[in-house]
């Protein structure tokens, strides 16, 4: 089911959700973990060793793990024809979308992941799970950021706060414009060192595109494509590559390749969404319960793709995963 529908979460879960067991920023490997920098193979290394938070535990065996608060949050995605299970993104808006697991490790087995829409302030400061669902997560208000440069177009950003309990933490790569953060993506964690409750998962977040951009882009007078690509974020060695076709019928196509496995899917673009068509899965996806969604980001020159994927695979099993994926250029840019 959505989010919308939803048992309200347990009080003490409430919009508290725990950090990390043991702070994963502050040790020796932390310039490499996943929670402190993202898990790209191209980091730049960490400035200096990452300060703990206040009252961070000192070992996992005190906030055990609570898969019941996931559950609140069974957002089951489904090909229930073309529709959008996790709602659309308007033009222009805010615009993202995240899994959620029990726990702080951010990532768990399939059943036990669950999507939800996602939303951040644009200067790090603050996010929200499942905003204006009911068991929504508001994350620390205020928290602090720290910004790393990268060898590529993308920053490093760590944003952690404390209020009373509650602890939360930001680990993303961002593009920015001068102190705005257009797109950001990657791990997200919130929780309560009293209750032990903790939620975490990963994100891909940014503004949907314009109108005005996507009526320039459907009504071109040579039809437009825009192709991204890119590493997804719960297991990043896996590589999503998206094309957009424009124009009457706006359409789109995908493929995903991972060491262990590969498929394709395809369907129809509306507005800035885009979703699956049943009949458009490679061979190896089985079952019904399948679905690829996602939207187009940003204007002309700093475009990106937001999506999630939700699959059955012949011999896999369950795969879910969401992805930033950036714009390719193969020519002039309108």
């Known amino acids: 089911?959505?989010?919308?529908?939803?048992?309200?979460?347990?009080?003490?879960?409430?919009?508290?959700?725990?950090?990390?067991?043991?702070?994963?920023?502050?040790?020796?490997?932390?310039?490499?973990?996943?929670?402190?920098?993202g898990p790209w193979s191209a980091l730049a290394p960490a400035a200096g060793a990452a300060a703990?938070?206040?009252?961070?535990?000192?070992?996992?065996?005190?906030?055990?793990?609570?898969?019941?608060?996931?559950?609140?949050?069974?957002?089951?995605?489904s090909a229930a024809g073309e529709t959008l299970p996790l709602g659309s993104c308007a033009p222009g808006a805010p615009c993202g979308f995240a899994t959620i697991v029990a726990g702080t490790t951010g990532s768990d087995a399939a059943d036990q992941t669950d999507f939800v829409r996602f939303d951040m302030s644009t200067d790090g400061t603050q996010f929200t799970v499942a905003p204006g669902e009911t068991g929504e997560i508001a994350s620390v208000a205020g928290m602090s950021t720290v910004y790393m440069t990268r060898p590529d177009e993308f920053e490093n950003l760590r944003a952690t706060g404390a209020d009373g309990d509650q602890r939360s933490r930001l680990i993303a790569r961002v593009i920015r414009s001068g102190d705005e953060i257009n797109t950001a993506a990657d791990y997200w964690a919130n929780g309560n060192t009293s209750t032990g409750t903790a939620n975490s998962g990963f994100f891909a977040w940014g503004r949907a595109t314009s109108q005005a951009?996507?009526?320039?882009?459907?009504?071109?007078?040579?039809?437009?494509?825009?192709?991204?690509?890119?590493?997804?974020?719960?297991?990043?060695?896996?590589?999503?590559?998206?094309?957009?076709?424009?124009?009457?019928?706006?359409?789109?196509?995908?493929?995903?390749?991972?060491?262990?496995?590969?498929?394709?899917?395809?369907?129809?673009?509306?507005?800035?969404?885009?979703v699956s068509a049943a009949d458009q899965f490679t061979s190896n996806v089985v079952g019904s319960d399948n679905v690829v969604q996602g939207a187009l980001l940003g204007d002309a020159g700093n475009r990106s793709?937001?999506?999630?994927?939700?699959?059955?695979?012949?011999?896999?099993?369950?795969?879910?995963?969401?992805?930033?994926?950036?714009e390719q250029f193969t020519g002039s840019e309108d």
């Open 213 to 274: 951009d996507l009526d320039a882009l459907n009504n071109a007078s040579i039809p437009r494509s825009l192709s991204f690509s890119g590493p997804m974020s719960v297991d990043n060695s896996t590589t999503a590559s998206i094309t957009i076709n424009f124009g009457a019928q706006p359409a789109w196509t995908g493929s995903w390749t991972n060491p262990a496995y590969s498929f394709g899917a395809g369907g129809k673009v509306t507005g800035a969404d885009f």
């Open 305 to 326: 793709v937001a999506h999630v994927i939700n699959v059955e695979l012949e011999g896999i099993g369950r795969i879910k995963d969401v992805g930033l994926l950036r």
């Open 1 to 37: 089911m959505l989010a919308a529908d939803a048992p309200n979460i347990a009080p003490a879960a409430g919009g508290a959700a725990m950090l990390a067991a043991s702070d994963p920023c502050a040790g020796p490997g932390a310039a490499s973990s996943v929670h402190c920098w």
């Open 52 to 77: 703990a938070l206040p009252d961070t535990p000192t070992g996992p065996g005190e906030y055990p793990l609570r898969p019941e608060l996931a559950a609140n949050f069974d957002t089951e995605v």
